[in-house]
């Protein structure tokens, strides 16, 4: 149930990441996605997934500075593949 919902959480944050990059989300909503992959990413401490999960919450701060479309593109496959994985 929990990583069900974590997962349901990881797809909605990659559909954020996408929004972010085509300038629809603003940074307010963009800062509590990044932040819950932030405190994920603390929780969950020792795994190299949640390291991975915030360094891509600390990527959607940086993207109002300055984009990488590649970089978007695989946060956004990661955390589908990520979410979809752990919906199953």
């Not at 800062?31 to 990413?41: D, Q, S």
């Not at 990661?78 to 979809?84: D, I, M, N, P």
Request: glycine letters at 6%; a neutral charge.
């Amino acid at each position: 149930m929990t990583s069900t919902f974590l997962g349901m959480l990881d797809m909605i944050t990659a559909v954020i990441i996408f929004l972010i990059h085509v300038n629809i989300i603003k940074f307010a909503l963009a800062a509590i996605f990044a932040a819950y992959l932030i405190i994920k990413a603390i929780i969950f401490f020792g795994d190299i997934l949640s390291v991975i999960d915030g360094l891509i919450g600390i990527y959607i701060l940086v993207m109002f500075a300055a984009r990488i479309d590649i970089l978007t593109i695989i946060c956004v496959f990661y955390l589908f593949v990520k979410g979809g994985v752990s919906m199953l």
